[in-house]
């Protein structure tokens, strides 16, 4: 087995426990109050801006331009497969799991207003996680360190502002992680060969 999948088996061991005891469990509480309930009045909005366009507004578009140019192409195409991968594998984790959001459990200081969907895995931590470590596996230093500092920013920022609870971003980044490297891999062995030939990568 390669060593990528402990990721998997980790996530999988994170899901199991937070079935087990749940998601208010102390540590979990702890962790969040530590974060949510000192949040810095001058951080806020940027909190709120990193919280609600940190995934979309940043990775869509960067896909985007990875896929306009040759050199990039591959990678831009590995990213989208990646990221694909991860929404189905997110969306099936949060019914499975359904676990609801900290603010039905204890009081938060909440920024934006309340999403309807289940909190666990995040799905931004998920997104920002796989894009920075595909970046990482696939991309020069110089792109891919200040999208990992972006992803961690954009994760931390989810219990900043009150909707999720640490163990989200934790098991959407171990998810992420196995997601990245289970798709660079794949590319290199020609499973997106036939998508990258329509595009044209060198």
């Not at 088996?9 to 000192?38: A, M, R, T």
């Not at 984790?93 to 009081?107: D, G, L, Q, T, V």
């Not at 931004?124 to 470590?133: E, R, S, T």
């Not at 110089?142 to 900043?160: C, N, T």
């Amino acid at each position: 087995m390669r060593k990528y999948w402990l990721f998997l088996v980790f996530f999988v061991l994170l899901s199991i426990l937070i079935k087990i005891f749940g998601e208010d469990n102390p540590i979990n509480v702890y962790l969040f109050e530590l974060i949510n309930y000192h949040q810095v009045s001058y951080l806020n909005a940027f909190m709120v801006d990193l919280s609600k366009y940190g995934r979309c507004y940043v990775w869509i578009p960067l896909n985007a331009l990875l896929l306009i140019f040759k050199k990039t192409r591959r990678t831009g195409i590995t990213l989208a497969a990646s990221f694909i991968l991860a929404i189905i594998l997110g969306e099936v984790s949060k019914y499975i799991m359904a676990e609801p959001r900290p603010f039905y459990f204890i009081h938060s200081n909440l920024l934006i207003p309340k999403p309807h969907d289940y909190s666990y895995p995040s799905g931004h931590a998920l997104i920002v996680g796989d894009g920075a470590a595909v970046l990482a596996l696939s991309s020069p230093k110089w792109l891919w360190i200040p999208l990992l500092i972006e992803a961690l920013l954009v994760s931390y920022s989810r219990v900043y502002v009150g909707v999720h609870w640490p163990a989200d971003i934790l098991g959407g980044w171990l998810l992420a992680l196995w997601i990245a490297y289970f798709t660079v891999e794949e590319e290199r062995k020609g499973l997106l060969a036939p998508v990258e030939k329509i595009f044209k990568v060198c």
